[in-house]
C-alpha cells in the first residue's frame, strides 16, 4: 500500500510539472514581452503554438512508442522536458524561445499519456479513476500554486529564474519516478495510424470534441492575458495579482473535484447549464 501511495504521487507530481510548465507563461507574459521587446501578443501566440504542437504531436509519438518499456520511454521523454525548460530558461532571443517551447510541447502529451497508462496499471479497478482525476488535478494544483508563485518569482528574480525553478522540481521528479514506476510495463501493439480515425464516422465524437474545444478557447482567451488586464485596465498590484492567480487557479481544482460529483448527479444532462453560466460569466467580463 506504502508503494502504491508513492507512485501516486509521482503521477500526481508529473502532471503539476507539466501544468506548472505550460500555465506559468500566463504569469509571466509581460516580462518575457519586455525582455524580448515583443507586444504582449506576440508573446501570447507561445500559447498557441504550444496547444498545436502538443494536439498533432501526442497521438503519432504515442504509436511509435510500441512495446518498449514505458519507464524507459518516459526517461527519456522527461530528460528532453527538462532539455525544454532549460532552453526557456536560457534563451538569448524570442526565436529560441519558441524552439525551446516546441521542444517543451513535442513530449508533454505523450509524457501524461504514458502516465495515465501506469495509472490504469497499478491502481486496483476500484481507485483507477480516482487516482486518473487526481493526476489531472496536478494541473489544478499547478494553477493554485505554481502560477502565483512561478509569477512572484518571476517579479521579484526574473522569469528565467521561475523556469530554473521548474528544472530542479524536475529532475527530483525523474529521481522519484526512476526510484518507484514499475520497469517492465509495456503498452500493447500499436495499430495502423489508418486505424485511429474510423472513430470520426461516430457524430457523437464531434460533440465530444468540439464542446471541450469551444470551452477552453473561451477560457483560455482570458486565462492567457489574465495578469496583462489585471495589471493594465483593472490597476491591481502585484501582491494582488499574485492572489488572484491563486484564487483562479483553486477554483479550478474545486472544478476539476466538483466533475466527479456532477456525474453521479446528471452529468452530461446538468452540461448545458454548466455552460449556460459560463457564457454569461464571460460575457460579463
Do not use: C
Not at 517551447?101 to 501524461?112: E, F, K, L, M, P
Not at 488572484?244 to 487557479?249: A, C, E, K, W
Amino acid at each position: 500500500m506504502k508503494t502504491y501511495r508513492i507512485q501516486s504521487l509521482v503521477l500526481v507530481l508529473i502532471a503539476f510539472a507539466l501544468g506548472f510548465s505550460e500555465f506559468i507563461i500566463v504569469g509571466v507574459l509581460p516580462d518575457i514581452a519586455k525582455t524580448f521587446n515583443e507586444p504582449v501578443t506576440v508573446v501570447g501566440l507561445l500559447v498557441t503554438i504550444f496547444a498545436l504542437v502538443y494536439a498533432f504531436s501526442t497521438p503519432l509519438i504515442t504509436m511509435m512508442i510500441g512495446t518498449r518499456s514505458l519507464l524507459k520511454v518516459e526517461t527519456w521523454l522527461w530528460l528532453v522536458f527538462i532539455l525544454g525548460n532549460v532552453m526557456v530558461m536560457a534563451a538569448p532571443n524570442y526565436l529560441i524561445l519558441v524552439a525551446a517551447r516546441v521542444i517543451t510541447a513535442i513530449v508533454s502529451g505523450v509524457i501524461i499519456s504514458i502516465a495515465t497508462t501506469f495509472a490504469n496499471s497499478l491502481a486496483p479497478l476500484e481507485k483507477r479513476a480516482g487516482l486518473i482525476a487526481w493526476i489531472f488535478s496536478g494541473f489544478s494544483i499547478a494553477s493554485v500554486f505554481g502560477v502565483p508563485v512561478g509569477t512572484w518569482i518571476s517579479m521579484h528574480f526574473g522569469w528565467r529564474t521561475t523556469f530554473g525553478v521548474i528544472v530542479a522540481v524536475s529532475l527530483v521528479i525523474l529521481f522519484l519516478m526512476r526510484g518507484s514506476l514499475p520497469i517492465d510495463l509495456r503498452q500493447g501493439k500499436a495499430q495502423n495510424f489508418s486505424d485511429q480515425f474510423r472513430i470520426f464516422g461516430d457524430r457523437r465524437i464531434y460533440v465530444g470534441m468540439l464542446l471541450p474545444m469551444f470551452n477552453l478557447a473561451a477560457t483560455y482567451t482570458f486565462y492567457t492575458y489574465l495578469r496583462p488586464m489585471l495589471a493594465g485596465p483593472l490597476h491591481f498590484g502585484t501582491g494582488a495579482i499574485t492572489m488572484l492567480l491563486f484564487i483562479y487557479g483553486l477554483m479550478s481544482l474545486f472544478s476539476n473535484q466538483f466533475s466527479g460529483r456532477l456525474v453521479e448527479l446528471g452529468g452530461l444532462h446538468k452540461m448545458p447549464l454548466v455552460y449556460l453560466l459560463q457564457f454569461i460569466g464571460l460575457a460579463l467580463l
